[in-house]
């Protein structure tokens, strides 16, 4: 699995470490939210919802570098708005992946 990585938020940064570490505290703060409103929203069965939730997601995914979790986002999302979930416990473990990076940041 493809693991998570800053390259993208440094080279947006350029030399601006402060502007780094602010888009970085967002992510932190914002991710947790996100992920427990998926979580919530999937376990609801309320498909629509939990794929704008992917929408917002999936953004987060391009931003560290998981360029095969995105593709994969995009289809979930596909799925969902379909009322299909089957694609649900891999993104489960891409989320994990990213909660288990950003706790390490």
Known sequence: MEQPNLSYIKQLAGDDAE???KFIAILKEEFPQEKKEYTKQLSAK???ETALIVHKLK???NILGLEKAYKLAVSYEEDLRRGDAKLKNEFALVLETIELYLNTI
């Open 19 to 21: 502007f780094e570490h």
């Open 46 to 48: 309320n498909t629509d």
């Open 59 to 61: 953004h987060k995914l």
